[in-house]
């Protein structure tokens, strides 16, 4: 088979030097199997130049079969393959954007770890459709923003983390590893919408710039964090933001934690009520005992 697939490609490019690099090997091997298919099959498969190559009758005529050999062994392997994943069980996990560089990596590692015959899917939703994508089955489970107010869903909290203050890289502050509510005192806020209102940026602050008698320049509010962070960096305002999304280093971005008690975020795998598939428990029980180790 190697020896086809080198035939191919020295066909195709018409070079020994280019199909060398296509296959990621040096030419001296390529044109030694070459010549070794030649001998077998008793015939000269290239016209040979030092400029030049191109191939003989009997290579014209051989090309299309080797092509189909090729073709049929790639076929055998997706066949098997497809068996394989057939005889797999599949998780479908629904995540926000977010959790795909935060937390998610390890706890997937550590999942496969032990669970090799499991076939993962993930499936990114917006805040706002994390419910949905549950209840119409699109997903075995997802990790969701609470509180969630679905009675058709059971949801199994996994961690809570406070909010921290995403700022400017050059906004000073008093002290260079926390941020008071003081300091935001005629700042722009920039916020994004939840899964509801009162889960909102807007909302869960409210009442604490109230209680500290802080009072923003302004609100700005956009879809997503990600587009928040963005004008973060360009010196429009601060953003409150889960601490989990301080790993993710931003050009122009720093991430403070309060110096009083901030909001706190809190996540969990929200599942249907009819669920029947033991694999889902398996995993809800798994993230459970996952974050209560500290794991993330």
């Known amino acids: 088979m190697k020896r086809l697939r080198y035939f191919v490609a020295v066909a195709e490019?018409?070079?020994?030097?280019?199909?060398?690099?296509?296959?990621?090997?040096?030419?001296p091997p390529l044109s030694e199997h070459v010549h070794a298919l030649e001998r077998?099959?008793?015939?000269?498969?290239?016209?040979?130049?030092?400029?030049?190559?191109?191939?003989?009758?009997?290579g014209l005529n051989f090309?299309?079969?080797?092509?189909?050999?090729?073709?049929?062994?790639d076929q055998c392997g997706e066949v098997i393959r497809d068996a394989r994943r057939r005889n797999m069980h599949t998780l479908r996990i629904g995540i926000l954007h977010a959790h795909a560089y935060t937390?998610?990596?390890?706890l997937l590692a550590e999942w496969s770890d032990t669970h090799k015959d499991v076939r993962l899917t993930l499936v990114e939703h917006a805040t706002q459709d994390q419910t949905a994508v549950v209840s119409a089955g699109t997903v075995d489970l997802a990790f969701?923003?609470?509180?969630?107010?679905?009675?058709?869903?059971?949801?199994?909290?996994?961690?809570?983390e406070p909010y921290y203050i995403a700022l400017p890289q050059r906004w000073p502050t008093n002290a260079p590893?926390?941020?008071?509510?003081?300091?935001?005192?005629?700042?722009?806020?920039?916020?994004?919408?939840?899964?509801?209102?009162?889960?909102?940026?807007?909302?869960?602050?409210?009442?604490?710039?109230?209680?500290?008698?802080?009072?923003?320049?302004?609100?700005?509010q956009v879809r997503t964090m990600h587009a928040a962070l963005a004008l973060v960096a360009a010196g429009q305002g601060f953003s409150p933001v889960?601490?989990?999304?301080?790993?993710?280093?931003?050009?122009?971005?720093?991430?403070l934690p309060m110096a009083e008690t901030p909001p706190q975020l809190s996540v969990g795998i929200a599942r249907s009520h009819n669920s029947k598939k033991p694999l889902v428990?398996?995993?809800?029980?798994?993230?459970?005992?996952?974050?209560?180790?500290?794991?993330?």
């Not at 090309?63 to 062994?73: G, V």
């Not at 428990?281 to 993330?296: H, I, K, N, Q, T």
Request: glycine content about 4%; charged content about 25%.
């Open 40 to 58: 077998e099959l008793g015939v000269s498969l290239f016209n040979r130049t030092t400029r030049s190559v191109s191939l003989t009758e009997d």
């Open 242 to 255: 889960p601490q989990s999304q301080s790993r993710l280093a931003l050009y122009g971005v720093k991430y």
């Open 103 to 106: 937390f998610l990596p390890r």
């Open 13 to 27: 490019e018409q070079h020994f030097s280019r199909a060398a690099e296509r296959l990621g090997i040096s030419q």
């Open 281 to 296: 428990r398996s995993f809800v029980d798994f993230c459970v005992a996952y974050f209560e180790r500290g794991g993330w």
């Open 144 to 160: 969701v923003r609470e509180p969630v107010h679905d009675a058709d869903l059971t949801v199994t909290r996994v961690f809570s």
């Open 63 to 73: 090309l299309p079969h080797a092509r189909r050999i090729l073709s049929d062994i």
């Open 177 to 220: 590893d926390k941020v008071s509510i003081a300091e935001l005192q005629d700042r722009a806020m920039i916020g994004f919408p939840s899964h509801h209102a009162s889960s909102s940026t807007r909302a869960l602050f409210r009442d604490m710039l109230i209680k500290h008698k802080v009072k923003t320049s302004d609100f700005l």
